[in-house]
């Protein structure tokens, strides 16, 4: 009976894999309209912390955190250590952001051009111009996404800056859990004023996703409203 429960539980954690998924669809917003894509991901050091903030969330993050303790002892040696640190790592806010994206870009259309930009003291792009979403390229991203720690502060007005500097951008996904610390510019009204001036001729698309509370909601908001986008506040 042991064994089936823990086969139970080991099925449900492996199929849900976002691994394995495809999405035509970004936090609710839909990506197959846009051709020329930039995902800016905030991996500052908050994003490690759980994404739960209220109290019906920290229960489902405790209860979740010890049952995938419970079936990693119970499988024990490697394995065991790999099921616990998979299923602690996905209640993250960095785990939540990569179960999102990850099954949107392998959903990207083969027509689609993508790159992605992850910023906290520093900022990194995987690719300084935009690839076609081929499944070598796709599968590249997934294993850069799924391998990204934490840690560092938010430097949103250089990753903003970066994805400006790439030619031929549609849309502009910005997600980060926080407001901008770290970086040439840390004033929310003067990175939305830059934004404004990098953005009188190009009229890009940017989308806002916001986690979790400690997220500058107005600034996010702003940022989205002001360049015809959509703002998403998790």
Partial sequence: MKKIFLFSILTILFSSCYM?????????IDTSKSKHVVFLVDISGSMEGKAETDLQGNIIAAAGSKAS???GDAVGGPLGNVIKKQANNQLTKLGKAKKELIPTIKGLSEDTYFTIIIFEN???TLKKELMQATSANKGIATVYLDRLSSGGGTNIYESLENAFQITNIETIFLLSDGTPTAGKVTSPNEILEAVTKWNSLNKITIHTIGLGEDCDKEFMRKLAEQNSGKFIDK
């Avoid at 394995?20 to 609710?28: A, I, L, N």
Wanted: glycine letters at 6%; charged letters at 35%; proline letters at 0%.
């Fill in 69 to 71: 303790n419970v079936v």
């Fill in 122 to 124: 520093d900022v990194k």
């Fill in 20 to 28: 394995t998924k495809k999405s035509d669809v970004y936090y609710g």
